[in-house]
């Protein structure tokens, strides 16, 4: 598996020389680059082994990639270097697969030239057991980790269209919390075990000890030591059963709440890294101080733009709305009277009103995610017109928007490109809002 993987890899590497060597602005025709790919797993004996159809994809991929680049959705196609980049390897043709479920843990799958291997059935596919759901496996992509090979399905199933929901007895803010991942307007907060247990934390920093030492003993210039390799090999295993379990929980919860809010709404992203710097003032003490170093701070610094990811996607499945708000004075303004002062958050975690007629008083980050509520209903369209709006401005939009100028220019291989990633049809962007509530009147409570 791993020779078909560094053969798919090398394969991506000599189309990039080639067309590198085509120099500026110019590039081999599709029909070369698939002549050179016949050539190379013809002659070429340890690129033989990537089947037909891998290599087919690899070639589909790099064309992709210059796709993109030309739409200014992503950078020049790179080469993939040995070290850095993951294996993967495709399977394009669902008919070649022949999935079966063996075991209720276990399914079977045949990977061309490894033959029939089994897999862990996590999830029901379609079209393979009685009562799954509807519609066909159409491909598989083969990728490894730290933890070994895992399958991943291409599938093409019955989705029912979304309606729009109702939000307004169903609306949620969502912050950041200090201590836990999650607090939610409604007082409620989710919360996660930490990624590796007692016994799992303490082999990790052991592993991280013992490679220091191996690599203290290293002499500069020589080749990294087989022992070294071993525990380099651990350490990246326990990162990344961590990684798996957050994976995990961020979808579960992400799900969760798109499962049970129509409206949700959260602070943006880019702004909030403007205003919060990780010290903060004396009054608004900054969110990272508390953090611990290392594993959890490379864990959560990833968590929180894809859980406003995963939970786009989610809520437009369901006929719900995201909406991002700018974080400004979210933590020092009271959310029951609308009372703006930096004294109102006494401590990171205590939040009490200096308004004389009101002294609310709760969780600094309780207050912040109904601030966040309270935002983003101002924010979002009214009711009844949204669903119907938004579908029309976005269908408007692919239409009309002219292309960034990188993106103008014309694909050499005949095909239009577009702003909207290539795809002809209506872009299934989730519907996403962004916006300031510093513009509305509650917000603009003077200082005192
Ligand atoms: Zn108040």
Redesign the pocket.
């Known amino acids: 598996m791993d020779a078909q993987a560094h053969a798919a890899r090398a394969l991506w590497n000599m189309l990039h020389e080639l067309c590198l060597m085509c120099g500026r602005g110019r590039l081999p025709t599709m029909a070369y680059l698939d002549a050179e790919v016949r050539w190379a797993r013809k002659h070429v004996e340890w690129m033989g082994v990537l089947p037909a159809q891998a290599a087919q994809q690899v070639l589909n991929d790099y064309r992709r990639a210059w796709l993109n680049c030309w739409n200014g959705t992503a950078g020049m196609p790179r080469f993939k270097a040995r070290y850095r980049t993951a294996l993967v390897v495709d399977v394009p043709q669902g008919r070649d697969l022949q999935v079966k479920r063996v075991h209720r843990r276990w399914g079977m799958v045949n990977i061309p030239k490894v033959g029939r291997v089994r897999f862990r059935w996590t999830k029901d596919l379609p079209g393979v057991t009685k009562d799954g759901p509807e519609g066909r496996i159409t491909g598989a992509r083969l990728v490894k980790d730290a933890l070994g090979w895992h399958i991943v399905f291409r599938v093409e199933a019955v989705v029912e269209a979304a309606t729009a929901r109702a939000w307004a007895d169903s609306h949620v803010g969502v912050d950041r919390g200090v201590r836990v991942p999650l607090v939610l307007s409604d007082g409620t907060v989710r919360d996660h075990a930490p990624w590796l247990t007692a016994t799992e934390a303490r082999r990790l920093v052991e592993y991280e000890r013992r490679a220091a030492r191996q690599r203290a003993v290293r002499k500069s210039g020589t080749r990294t030591s087989r022992r070294l390799e071993i525990t380099y090999a651990k350490i990246r295993e326990l990162r990344a059963i961590a990684k798996r379990r957050a994976l995990d929980w961020q979808h579960k919860t992400t799900t969760a709440l798109a499962d049970s809010f129509a409206l949700v709404s959260v602070e943006d992203l880019r702004v909030s890294n403007m205003v919060r710097s990780a010290k903060g003032s004396i009054g608004a003490p900054g969110r990272n101080v508390a953090q611990k170093s290392g594993l959890n701070r490379a864990i959560a610094g990833e968590a929180w733009g894809r859980t406003v990811d995963l939970l786009a996607y989610k809520l437009a499945d369901r006929g719900g709305l995201l909406v991002k708000v700018s974080p400004a004075n979210t933590s020092q303004r ?6 703006l002062h930096p004294n ?1 958050r006494e401590s990171q975690s205590v939040f009490v ?3 004389p ?4 008083s709760g969780n600094a980050d309780h207050n912040a995610g109904r601030n966040i509520d309270e935002a983003g209903l101002a924010l979002a369209p009214p009711q009844d017109l949204w669903w119907l709006d938004t579908k029309v401005a976005l269908s408007r939009r692919s239409k009309v928007s002219n292309p960034p100028a990188r993106a103008r220019r014309e694909s050499p291989w005949g095909e239009k490109v577009n702003a909207s990633g290539g795809a002809k049809t209506t872009p299934k962007t989730p519907i996403v809002i962004v916006g300031s509530p510093g513009t509305g009147p509650a917000w603009s409570t003077p200082w005192p």
């Open positions: 009271c959310s029951e009277c609308g009372f109102n009103c200096k308004n007629e009101c002294g609310w």
